[in-house]
């Protein structure tokens, strides 16, 4: 998995691609956990570039749900490709983390 950032305004843009699985999500989840130390608390997940995501993957997304939260912020993913999506309505992913069409419609969302 890459992760490449940016920031827009106060929330911090992370651009994911490549798979997103046991063996990638520690990277991931020390990166949200950073961001959150750090007080950078609104988080969006570009996920145009994720093929894949495990159960394993979708635990960091919810512990980093939850960090954020705690923090005083909130973490949001968008752009999610088909196969994607369907493991985020079959888990019921889609219920817990808010999830956008695209990238400025969650910037504009999370305002």
């Given at each position: 998995?890459?992760?490449?950032?940016?920031t827009?305004?106060?929330?911090?843009?992370?651009?994911?691609?490549?798979?997103?699985?046991?063996?990638?999500?520690?990277?991931?989840?020390?990166?949200?956990?950073?961001?959150?130390?750090a007080?950078?608390?609104?988080?969006?997940?570009?996920?145009?570039?994720?093929?894949?995501?495990?159960?394993?993957?979708?635990?960091?997304?919810?512990?980093?749900?939850?960090?954020?939260?705690?923090?005083?912020?909130?973490?949001?993913?968008?752009q999610?490709?088909?196969?994607?999506?369907?493991?985020?309505?079959?888990?019921?992913?889609?219920?817990?983390?808010?999830?956008?069409?695209?990238?400025?419609?969650?910037?504009?969302?999370?305002?």
């Amino acid at each position: 998995m890459t992760i490449t950032e940016e920031t827009h305004d106060r929330t911090h843009v992370l651009l994911l691609s490549g798979r997103l699985d046991g063996t990638t999500c520690d990277s991931l989840g020390a990166r949200i956990e950073a961001l959150a130390a750090a007080g950078r608390t609104q988080v969006l997940l570009d996920c145009g570039g994720v093929t894949y995501v495990s159960s394993a993957g979708l635990r960091v997304l919810i512990v980093g749900a939850k960090r954020t939260k705690a923090a005083g912020g909130s973490l949001s993913c968008c752009q999610l490709q088909p196969m994607v999506r369907q493991v985020f309505d079959l888990s019921g992913f889609g219920a817990i983390l808010p999830v956008h069409a695209d990238r400025a419609s969650a910037l504009k969302a999370l305002g």
